[in-house]
């Protein structure tokens, strides 16, 4: 397994703030990473796949960046309704693996 | 657009089959392989295998003894089967649309609605 890394494991923000995320993979994935939000108790939802590539009907508050190892996710102007956890995960050779997740809350 | 229903027995007791079937509605059931992930508070989103329509198969090393995943290509089904379950398998299951049969690999971009299987004695 490529172990991936995700930090932090929970963060608390105040509605409008910027909020950053990385995840570290354990070896080079080029920019096969996306990453998910998983509102409570709802099915995880694809944002980004690609490193970088926003899916159709996601704000553009999110976006995604990096290569290689270092990935990072950010949330422009953070809202109310984003209020979830996030995860990421590789899929650039099986078995796919996710990161730990990050809580986000509103301060 | 693609829609995943599963469905599949939620309590099991120590050394039970856990058994989940996914229904595929829309899409061309053919082209991709679908997995198996499943989400415990102990070990976050773990992915647990896919399949193809040809029956072709991957598992996560992890649980490699004790998965079967199958496919029913006249229903566009896929079932997962997990024997010798212990409470460290009790968690939320879910079905996914995972990469195509082209060579492109994709992440998950659906998923069914989740079925929580516990087990206790």
């Known amino acids: 397994d490529i172990p991936l890394t995700q930090s932090p494991s929970s963060l608390s923000a105040s509605v409008g703030d910027r909020v950053t995320i990385t995840c570290r993979a354990g070896?080079?994935?080029?920019?096969?990473l996306a990453w998910y939000q998983q509102r409570p108790g709802k099915v995880p939802k694809l944002l980004i796949s690609?490193?970088?590539t926003l899916q159709s009907g996601v704000p553009s508050r999110f976006s995604g960046s990096g290569s290689g190892t270092d990935f990072t996710f950010t949330i422009s102007s953070l809202q109310p309704e984003d209020i979830a956890t996030y995860y990421c995960q590789r899929y650039d050779t099986a078995p796919w693996t996710f990161g730990q997740g990050t809580k986000v809350e509103i301060k | 657009q693609v829609q995943l229903q599963q469905w599949g027995a939620g309590l099991l007791k120590p050394s039970e089959i856990l058994s989940l079937t996914c229904a595929v509605h829309?899409?061309?059931?053919?082209?991709?392989?679908w997995s198996w992930i499943r989400q415990s508070p102990g070990k976050g989103l773990e992915w647990i295998g896919e399949?193809?329509?040809?029956?072709?198969?991957k598992y996560n090393p992890s649980l490699k003894s004790r998965v079967t995943i199958s496919i029913d290509t006249s229903k566009n089904q896929f079932s997962l089967k997990l024997s010798s379950v212990t409470a460290a398998d009790t968690a939320v299951y879910f079905c996914a649309k995972g990469r195509t049969i082209f060579g492109v690999v994709t992440p998950f971009d659906t998923w069914g609605q989740g079925a929580l299987v516990t087990v206790s004695s």
């Open positions: 829309g899409g061309s059931f053919s082209d991709y392989y």
């Open positions: 690609a490193a970088s």
């Open positions: 070896q080079d994935i080029t920019n096969y």
């Open positions: 399949i193809n329509d040809t029956g072709s198969t």
